[in-house]
């Protein structure tokens, strides 16, 4: 039961608009009292959607105790007994609240199931995030793998071109050399006939 301000009054929220199976008796009069504004709730309790309500009609110092389920009065108990109302009202909230527990029971399953159902869903956002980023890191890897045996055969051909470069030019050096010593055997001075 909420403050005065906030509580869910049941003679402001149209229990007595809600169509009932009967057309007399106890509901049919709470019902038309409610709509002429001749009872005062004394006490409401709410359990999900069921509950139970002390109204009061000062003129005939009479209480109606009513059970509800959603606006709509099951059962409506009239006395003029103060302590009779207090007891029918206490098994009536104790009714509503036995009555409320698989509702209730059943928004508690239902949220956590709805909250189960966002984590796995965020979970599997997450997995799918490190599935693509572990695809991209693999393909990163592979690129990174051929690229490094890319470098290893450029590496080991330019050793090749090197070293046959390096030959090259040792043979011309030699050739160099050679060409060379001839040169200066070829520049001395020739023997004069005599």
């Known amino acids: 039961m909420g403050g005065l301000g906030t509580r869910r009054s049941l003679l402001t929220n149209g229990a007595a608009d809600e169509p009932q199976a009967t057309a007399n008796g106890n509901i049919a009069e709470l019902q038309q009292m409610i709509r002429d504004g001749k009872v005062k709730e004394l006490r409401t309790t709410y359990n999900g959607s069921y509950g139970a309500s002390m109204l009061f009609?000062?003129?005939?110092?009479?209480f109606y105790?009513?059970?509800?389920?959603?606006?709509?009065?099951?059962r409506v108990i009239k006395t003029q007994a103060d302590a009779r109302a207090e007891t029918v009202?206490?098994?009536?909230a104790k009714n509503s609240a036995a009555l409320?527990?698989?509702?209730i029971r059943r928004t508690k399953l239902e949220a956590e199931k709805n909250f189960a159902d966002r984590l796995i869903a965020v979970q599997q956002q997450r997995a799918n995030r490190l599935q693509a980023d572990l695809e991209v890191a693999r393909a990163q890897q592979s690129q990174v793998v051929d690229r490094q045996a890319e470098q290893q055969e450029a590496i080991r051909s330019l050793r090749a071109e090197q070293d046959s470069a390096q030959a090259q030019l040792r043979a011309l050096q030699t050739k160099v050399?050679?060409?060379?010593r001839q040169s200066d055997t070829d520049l001395m001075p020739l023997p004069f006939p005599k």
Do not use: C, G
Not at 57 to 62: A, C, F, L, R
Not at 177 to 180: A, I, N, P, T
């Open 57 to 62: 009609y000062p003129d005939e110092m009479t």
């Open 65 to 74: 105790i009513a059970l509800f389920q959603q606006k709509k009065f099951w």
């Open 89 to 92: 009202y206490a098994d009536f």
């Open 100 to 103: 409320a527990d698989t509702e």
């Open 177 to 180: 050399q050679d060409l060379q």
